[in-house]
């Protein structure tokens, strides 16, 4: 436990140092801020347009930390040999993934958290706070963590550049799964089975998704939040499972 | 080797974990269906910029798929909101997308809401009005869901006048300018509809020629 919490607390250490990370905060914050700017533009809607541009600033800077960061991560440790130092002592090399991985999300959180409270202030600023948006952040959040449980898994056995290509196609895919199952219906009935299949295989990152819901003011189930961080959790182990077995077979 | 046949039972339960959870959710979603929602027209149009087309088929694609979903539940529980923004929005995109506005508007109709059914095909009429298409399907619209037969015959009229109008159009406005029973001749028009129409404009036939009490086969 101690190696693990080792391991999560470099990561983070050399992931907040990262000056990347600044700059996209910066423009994270720009852009929430710059909501404000928008909603002139409109006639009446200029709360909902600080809300859905806030909102959707806080997910995109994030998926892009998460990707431009979390591809490179185990990459940079390969390549400037440091792993070695590393799995010569006695940490087992699922321990080596999940540190890294609990060390970006960290980050991942952190930033997230600044992003929250810019983006909440702005929304109280203007008056339209409700608490039903802390939930939609957390979404976000766990939807971030999901995402760098797959760059880990593809930083298990490709390249950075392939792994951010497949990162950022798993979160188009992601964002359309339910696509698949319309289609499945009108598929015959082997196709459907295969489909069917790939719903529950890939990640369904709308899931996390209570953006729309949320700014409406609409009533979002318990349930829907309860299965949401459910969903988002079970899925983020398996995926780091499935990469700590790829990553116990690798040779360096 | 321990290690590894750990991982991998871990992994193999936490798919099923997540695969549970997916199914959940499903159930969720389905009991608690969510309006369509339409991005800020004017915001929308400065983001597309050169991606109108693509713009206007996404919209296109997520009507059908609310539409549908719609389908699937109870009548009472039906939600064609933001329905009418969506297609008006997409068909700004795109304006020369005219399956999008004529379909559009059985979808509208079907889900009673005639309105803003008749509303897009205008809108569509005053940009092109020289095709036939949107006079002949305002007629449709006018005849089999507002039930004003005198605007759905001088629709239909008017379609009749323009080039390459289906013969069609003079029948219906000879029958709807005809004094009679305009029950029989909607379930005509609806039994012809559902004869030449695609799978989804048979759906709403038959789902028509239902409330008319005309059984049509599944």
């Not at chain 2, 059908?64 to 008006?88: C, P, S, T, V, W």
Request: with cysteine; hydrophobic share 50%; glycine share 8%.
């Amino acid at each position: 436990m101690t190696r693990l919490w080792d391991l999560a607390r470099n990561t983070f250490r050399e992931t907040i140092r990262d000056r990347i990370l600044y700059v996209l905060l910066v423009f994270a914050l720009l852009m929430i801020a710059s909501s404000v700017v928008f909603g002139t533009l409109t006639i009446g809607q200029d709360q909902k347009i600080v809300l859905d541009l806030g909102l959707g600033a806080i997910e995109l800077f994030g998926v892009a930390i998460a990707i431009f960061v979390g591809t490179s991560m185990i990459y940079k440790e390969i390549d400037k040999r440091t792993v070695y130092v590393v799995l010569t002592k006695p940490v087992p090399r699922p321990i080596f993934l999940i540190g890294k991985f609990l060390g970006l999300s960290l980050t991942l959180w952190v930033l997230l958290g600044l992003m929250g409270v810019g983006y909440l202030g702005l929304a109280a600023l203007k008056g339209v706070f409700a608490p039903a948006l802390i939930g939609a952040i957390g979404l976000i959040g766990l939807q971030l963590m999901l995402l760098v449980a797959i760059t880990v898994f593809f930083s298990s056995f490709t390249s950075p550049i392939l792994g951010m290509i497949l990162t950022f196609s798993l979160y188009l895919i992601g964002h359309n799964t339910e696509a698949l199952r319309v289609l499945a219906q009108k598929a015959s009935p082997a196709l459907k089975a295969a489909m069917e299949a790939l719903y529950y295989v890939l990640p369904n990152l709308s899931t996390f998704d209570a953006k729309n819901q949320v700014v409406y003011g609409e009533a979002v189930p318990a349930l829907r939040w309860i299965w949401a961080v459910g969903y988002g959790l079970a899925y983020t182990v398996a995926l780091l499972a499935t990469a700590s077995a790829i990553f116990e077979r690798r040779e360096f | 080797m321990k290690r590894l046949l750990a991982a991998l039972g871990i992994a193999g339960v936490f798919w099923g974990a997540q695969a549970l959870c997916l199914g959940q959710l499903v159930t969720v979603k389905a009991e608690h269906p969510s309006r369509l929602v339409v991005p800020n027209p004017q915001i929308a149009k400065v983001l597309v910029s050169d991606f109108e087309n693509l713009a206007a088929d996404l919209l296109w694609i997520q009507s059908l798929q609310h539409n549908g979903d719609q389908l699937i539940d109870d009548e009472e529980k039906r939600d064609f909101r933001g329905m009418y923004e969506a297609l008006d929005l997409a068909s700004d995109f795109d304006p020369r997308f005219h399956e999008l506005t004529t379909f559009g508007s059985w979808m509208l109709a079907d889900g009673k809401r005639t309105p803003e059914a008749i509303r897009l095909l205008e809108k569509g009429q005053a940009r092109y009005p020289d095709l036939w298409m949107y006079p002949y399907q305002l007629g449709f619209i006018e005849f089999l869901y507002a039930k004003d037969y005198l605007k759905a015959a001088q629709h239909f009229d008017q379609a009749a006048a323009l080039p390459n109008c289906p013969p069609s159009a003079r029948h219906m406005a000879a029958g709807l300018y005809a004094k009679g029973n305009k029950r029989d001749l909607a379930v005509a028009t609806w039994q012809a509809i559902y004869e030449r129409g695609d799978d989804r404009v048979r759906g709403i036939a038959r789902r028509a020629l239902k409330r008319l009490g005309v059984a049509v086969p599944e």
